[in-house]
Nanobody, 125 residues
Framework: QVQLVESGGGLVQAGASLKLSCAASGRTFSRCAMGWFRQAPGKEREFVAAITWNGASTYYADSVKGRFTMSRDNAKKTVYLQMNSLKPEDTAVYYC??????????????????WGQGTQVTVSS
């Protein structure tokens, strides 16, 4: 079992930066691939970024590549999403997710077993 709690969201202007955190509890966190997803009003939840259990590899949606950076600190049981050059279209609720069973990172929601409650990010123009 893994419990996830996101934080760090807020209201910012276009071009600003935010860093989201996702604090995990549970003994298996360090073996889990992790992902960030987001859901804007009226839209489906979409993939943003993912990272391997050891942080060696990261993967990004084309829409955030070059602007967002995902990282993790297994000693602190925390994953991060550094978001730079934010755009109004980045406005959404951001969720972190953990994939159990030693599975690799994935862009598919169904591949993840545990989800946080989400944190709101609003980017004004």
């Amino acid at each position: 079992q893994v419990q996830l709690v996101e934080s760090g969201g807020g209201l910012v202007q276009a071009g600003a930066s935010l860093k989201l955190s996702c604090a995990a509890s549970g003994r298996t966190f360090s073996r889990c691939a992790m992902g960030w997803f987001r859901q804007a009003p009226g839209k489906e939840r979409e993939f943003v970024a993912a990272i391997t259990w050891n942080g060696a590899s990261t993967y990004y949606a084309d829409s955030v590549k070059g602007r967002f950076t995902m990282s993790r600190d297994n000693a602190k049981k925390t994953v991060y999403l550094q978001m730079n050059s934010l755009k109004p279209e980045d406005t959404a609720v951001y969720y972190c997710a953990a994939r159990g069973g030693l599975g690799p990172p994935s862009s598919l929601r169904a591949e993840y077993d545990y989800w946080g409650q989400g944190t709101q990010v609003t980017v004004s123009s």
